[in-house]
């Protein structure tokens, strides 16, 4: 398997404290990778840097192979590199359906003067819907699909974050906190689905998470991250067990 | 030569006079309120310079057309004065356009339609230009910023057009040829309806493309630009093109203005009355959708009329000048809707694209109602969209 992410030496300060020092890893395709570390340890920071949120000082990022540090994110996201958000952000108004329909990419009908004419999207718009419809039966969440995104549950929104990022073509997926605050049985199935997404789709996905307990058993591969710097890397036992890892999180 | 009611100006009564000023007024606010709408309404971006966006197209019709026109009239071989140095072009102009040019579009019809149509073509493009250059702070500024960078952009154009004669005579101002010299009757009427089909025509517009794929970009866009962005969506060009095409459009209510008002000065464009009436007419009416836009504007209309017509009989009472009423009670009037009615007086109904049936494509069963998403955020939502 090819590494289909690359990151090499990314450092990314905030004045003279530095998010992220200095941290190198890859991903390869088809993997379930956990990023694991205490609050305010660059976790998020340094998807900012991979999403292109923020532009890294130093170092660099590949994607399939080509430098993709500091572009702009619609574009990482054109390239596949698709990142959700730790507070679920949806387009609350719209409905589930159409939060899906947004993230359709090269959508006809969304150029200023093809909108104007309607014949020339309607093909593209009855092929997103059922795009749409198929992804939301997939996640279970077909039955709301009529409904205004505030109207939906946490755990609803959390799997539209997924659902939106398969929308727009996604191969690799940066998940920031996909089960933050949701409950035990909601946490696996949603891992139940990043789990056949990957099987069915050959995704790969980077699970930023603190529910060791839940994400563990799902993870590949687990990189663990205190104040900017990875402190290492390996399987879940191997991590878990690592007793700067438990330093971290617990203390001294 | 055209009379569509059989007015003439001496004919009309005070009644019908006030008719067509309505209608007119209507027209040319319709206009900057739909695209305000278009903008802010539905894609969130608080545009606070909608008079820059009119100056764009008044300074149209006094800095180019009139020179057009002086120079068709001059290779017609009439007298003209000179015009070509500040002085003269400020203090002859009375004198060419009254006296010279006017009469001749009496007697050319053609000449007047296409300057008309040469102005509106003209103002679209400048207008967009304009939208292109107060779209480079956007890419920067969010909301209150933003808004406050266009309110500067908006009075700085008008202290340009009061400094350099060249654009609309400096504080004199310059009159603008009357493009409808031809038509024999009264003039605001033709004004009006011209203006009301650039309105209707505009609104078709901006209905096709609010409803599709593009508005539901734009809303989204409006509630949240971030995850717009992460699903590869370039929010910045999205924001600049919405701008422009508004611009554009706004564009053209000042070349209206301009020949309705017969003449350019940079005060013709005030704030007030192009920035600050639309936003109250769009808050007022509730933002997202053309019905409440245009309730807000016949209401301000109507009540900016009243107020005209009445406010003397208040001027005993007064400890301040009778001037400072209207803008008083108009600012009474809109923090009574944001504290009473925040989402307007006809709030904003999300619906689906219209013709599209999506119940059937999602759930396989017939759709019996267009649009039936459950809103329970009309009742609930109480402030005002960012």
Not at chain 1, 97 to 117: H, T
Not at chain 1, 209 to 221: M, N, P, T
Request: charged share 15%.
């Amino acid at each position: 398997m090819s590494e289909v992410l690359k990151i090499e030496n990314v450092r990314k300060y905030f004045g003279k404290f530095a998010a992220v020092d200095d941290i190198s890893f890859g991903l390869k395709e088809g993997g379930i990778y956990l990023l694991v570390g205490p609050n305010g340890c660059g976790k998020t920071t340094l998807v900012n840097c991979i999403s292109g949120i923020y532009n890294p000082e130093e170092g660099n990022v590949y994607y399939r192979d080509e430098d993709i540090t500091g572009e702009a994110m619609y574009k990482i996201s054109r390239r596949g590199l698709v990142r959700t958000f730790q507070i679920a952000s949806p387009f609350l108004s719209l409905t589930t359906l159409e939060n899906m329909l947004v993230a359709v990419p090269k959508n006809a009908g969304e150029n200023i003067f093809f909108s104007l004419f309607k014949p020339s999207w309607m093909d593209s718009e009855v092929t997103a819907v059922k795009q749409a419809s198929e992804l939301l039966g997939v996640l279970g969440l077909k039955h709301v699909w009529n409904m205004p995104a505030n109207t939906l549950s946490g755990g609803e929104l959390k799997l539209l974050e997924i659902g939106r990022a398969l929308m727009c073509g996604a191969e690799t997926i940066l998940l920031d906190e996909p089960v933050g605050s949701i409950d035990p049985k909601l946490c696996h199935q949603i891992f139940n689905h990043v789990l056949r997404l990957r099987d069915e789709m050959g995704l790969t996905f980077l699970v930023i998470e603190h529910r060791l307990e839940v994400a563990a058993q799902y993870a590949d591969h687990v990189f663990a991250m205190d104040r900017g710097k990875l402190l290492t890397e390996g399987t879940a036992e191997e991590v878990f067990e690592d007793p700067r890892v438990i330093t971290s999180y617990l203390g001294e | 030569m055209i009379d569509l009611l059989g007015l003439t100006v001496s004919q009309a009564s005070g009644l019908s006079q006030l008719i067509i000023d309505i209608a007119m007024y209507f027209g040319a606010f319709v206009i900057v309120a739909m695209a305000l709408n278009f903008q802010y309404g539905n894609a969130g971006v608080p545009n606070m310079g909608c008079a820059v966006q009119v100056i764009a197209g008044g300074f149209t019709v006094s800095a180019i057309t009139t020179r057009v026109t002086f120079m068709i009239v001059k290779a017609a071989g009439l007298p003209l004065m000179p015009y070509a140095s500040d002085y003269d072009w400020v203090y002859n102009n009375p004198h060419n356009v009254a006296v010279v040019t006017n009469p001749f579009i009496e007697t050319h019809t053609m000449l007047g339609i296409s300057l008309l149509l040469f102005s509106l073509a003209l103002a679209l493009v400048l207008g967009s230009a304009i939208g292109y250059i107060i779209s480079l702070p956007a890419i920067r500024l969010r909301s209150t910023y933003l808004m406050i960078t266009l309110i500067t952009m908006a009075d700085a154009s008008q202290i340009f057009g009061r400094n350099i004669p060249a654009i609309c005579g400096g504080t004199l101002g310059v009159f603008v040829p009357n493009v409808f010299a031809w038509y024999l009757g009264n003039r605001g009427i033709i004004l009006a309806v011209v203006t009301l089909l650039i309105g209707i025509i505009a609104f078709f517009i901006f209905r096709t493309m609010l409803n599709s794929p593009y508005g539901r970009l734009m809303r989204a866009i409006r509630e949240n630009d971030g995850t717009v962005e992460s699903v590869g969506k370039n929010v910045v060009g999205i924001r600049r093109n919405i701008l422009m095409f508004a611009s554009g459009i706004t564009a053209l209510t000042g070349v209206m203005w301009a020949f309705y008002a017969s003449y350019v000065v940079d005060n013709l464009f005030m704030r007030a009355d192009w920035t600050y009436w639309p936003w109250l007419m769009l808050i007022l009416g509730g933002p997202g959708n053309n019905a409440g836009t245009f309730l807000g504007c016949a209401l301000i209309i109507a009540l900016r009329r009243i107020i005209l017509i009445s406010k003397w009989s208040l001027e005993q009472y007064l400890f301040f000048p009778i001037a400072y009423v209207e803008n008083i009670l108009l600012g009474v009037l809109l923090i009574a809707v944001i504290i009473f009615r925040p989402r307007g007086l006809i709030p904003e109904k999300l619906l689906y694209i219209p013709g599209i049936n999506y119940r059937k494509m999602v759930t396989g069963e017939a759709q019996v109602d267009l649009g039936d998403s459950a809103m329970p955020k009309a009742e609930t939502e109480g402030g005002e969209p960012e």
